[in-house]
């Protein structure tokens, strides 16, 4: 039996396998080309031979109907892929013919050829995005049973949601630390999934994913070879097919090298006739794109409202799938969400990279070495304040020449725990006592209208006077416990305030309470 700890992102349009390398780093393994991406498409001769990735994609020229991509999109339907009819078609139970094949079948023909990339491969994790159908995870077990791959807490394979593994991949980064709700977006080659899940410790549950399986980076191509091909037509007056996969690589050729260059050319050699180049811009791109975008941005708005929070709840913004790589669409999440999304270098092995870490954290640890379990031990997904606190004080309002009371913040949201943070405020007046106030925001406002307070204690003070100082400190530790510390500094008083913190939901649900009492 093998310990090698492996991922597997069983992609639409590519697939990758990970593995937790001696020190406890996933990395990709890549085929004999060195290639770390596996295109998803399954080549079947008739001549019972398979291939699967570009092999397999090259075949489609001279025999179509041999070539199956995209399988992932049929995992929960009751279909067969009909070699004669070079189509999907209904699966008639008690008749399947010889050359029809369940997408459990095929897919497992891309598990195998990941498998062989390496030696002693004989356990993984799968990942499948978090809205899949109980019996699209059905039929990915039974691709991994079929491709000989068991797990590693039983003998079925076990399957992690993929924005839990980009998760796990993005927790891993040097630097990154993961917490609070989170929101992963994922742009792949042809579908888009938002999703939110709340990390905590290393716990990562996900509130809400949503996605349209019909968009994805294939859009983005059609639309340059659309211009492409008006371009040619406008110039050179003849037609270029726009269902020619030539093109379609040539025009995705063309995007990528827009997500790194302002603009680039490239020569079209026409169908019959001359050659012509074409020059684009990135600005011209992101013009052609703008519905595209627009549908990316309504998914991202909605997802957020679904999970009934507020932008400003999401913590952090991961971003996943090789189509994130274009900026109009981190242009687009900027604009949406009001902040960067953290980028990863390879957005398209993120998350085989995080299977393999999931892996390896759900091994036995007798499968581990020393540096592999010091590493698994160590990924970190930590807490962060969930709000805001502060503190009510007073201004004055100049213009009124009177005092009026504002929220004033000392711990800002999303703050690695733990932190601690001191500030100053002063006596209006000569007073022997004042009251200690914490609140609690989901924004940054300084209207105590819109804040909870949630301690309010009052300080007795010996004779203080004007201008005295007041110290206040907030520290909230790692189990979201927050010491408040209220200090006179002329007479060394201090007030001390301890609190737990809610969730947004416990306050909401203790307001809810609240209102059923009425009032008269
Ligand atoms: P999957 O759909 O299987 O999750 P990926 O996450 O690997 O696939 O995304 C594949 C898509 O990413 C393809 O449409 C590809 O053209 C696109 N892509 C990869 N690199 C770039 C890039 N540099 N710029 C724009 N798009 C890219
Ligand atoms: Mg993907």
Not at 324 to 340: H, W
Request: hydrophobic share 35%; glycine share 6%.
């Amino acid at each position: 039996m093998s310990n090698k700890i492996v991922g597997i992102d069983l992609g639409t349009t590519f697939s990758a396998i990970a593995i937790l390398d001696t020190i406890g780093n996933p990395e990709i393994l890549p085929d004999l080309k060195n290639n770390k991406i596996t295109a998803s498409a399954v080549y079947l001769s008739s001549n019972n031979e398979s291939k699967v990735g570009s092999e397999a994609l090259s075949a489609i020229k001279a025999e179509p109907n041999r070539v199956i991509t995209e399988i992932k999109r049929h995992m929960r339907d009751e279909v067969v892929y009909s070699l004669k009819e070079g189509k999907w078609i209904e699966k008639s139970f008690d008749q399947k013919l010889e050359d029809e094949f369940t997408p459990a079948q095929l897919s497992s023909k891309i598990l195998e050829k990941l498998k062989n990339f390496s030696e002693n491969i004989d356990k993984a994790v799968i990942t499948v995005p978090a809205m899949f159908a109980n019996n699209a995870r059905q039929a990915t077990i039974d691709a991994a049973k079929m491709a000989g791959l068991s797990g590693y807490e039983s003998d079925v394979v076990e399957l992690i949601n993929e924005p839990t593994a980009a998760i796990f991949h993005y927790a891993n980064l040097p630097g990154v630390s993961i917490s609070g709700k989170v929101m992963v977006v994922d742009l792949g080659g042809g579908t888009f999934d938002v999703t939110i899940a709340e990390v905590n410790g290393k716990k990562v549950d996900v509130i809400h994913s949503e996605g349209n399986p019909n968009l994805g980076g294939k859009d983005f191509d059609r639309i340059l070879l659309e211009f492409m091909s008006n371009q040619y037509k406008e110039q050179l007056g003849a037609e270029l097919s726009i269902d020619d996969v030539e093109y379609l690589l040539q025009a995705e050729e063309l995007k990528k090298v827009l997500s790194s260059r302002e603009s680039h050319g490239i020569i079209l050699d026409g169908p019959n006739g001359p050659s012509k180049k074409i020059e684009i811009s990135r600005t011209q791109f992101n013009d052609l794109s703008v519905n595209l975008i627009e549908a990316i941005k309504l998914k991202m708005e909605s997802c957020v409202r679904k999970s009934k929070l507020h932008k400003d709840d999401i913590t952090q913004i991961l971003l996943v799938g090789g189509s994130t790589r274009m900026p109009c669409v981190v242009d687009a999440i900027k604009q949406v969400m009001g902040k960067e999304p953290t980028k990863g270098v390879n957005v398209d092995e993120a998350v085989a990279s995080g299977a393999a870490l999931y892996a390896g954290t759900i091994t036995d640890k007798s499968n581990l070495n020393e540096a592999q379990k010091e590493a698994m031990s160590k990924i970190d997904l930590s807490d962060v304040a969930n709000h805001y606190f502060g503190t009510l004080a007073q201004t004055l309002d100049e213009e009124r020449q009177k005092y009026f009371q504002y929220n004033s913040i000392i711990i800002e949201k999303g703050s690695k725990l733990p932190v601690a943070k001191t500030n100053q405020y002063s006596l209006i007046q000569d007073q022997d006592g004042f009251p200690a106030t914490v609140t609690q925001s989901d924004g940054p406002t300084e209207n105590k209208e819109f804040v909870h307070i949630i301690a309010q204690e009052r300080v007795d003070i010996k004779d203080g006077k004007k201008d005295d100082e007041i110290q206040i400190t907030f520290s909230y530790d790692k189990s979201q416990i927050m010491h408040c510390t209220f200090e006179h500094v002329a007479s060394g008083k201090k007030h001390e305030i301890q609190i737990k913190s809610k969730s947004s939901e416990e306050v909401d649900e203790a307001q809810k309470e609240m209102k059923n009492f009425t009032i008269d």
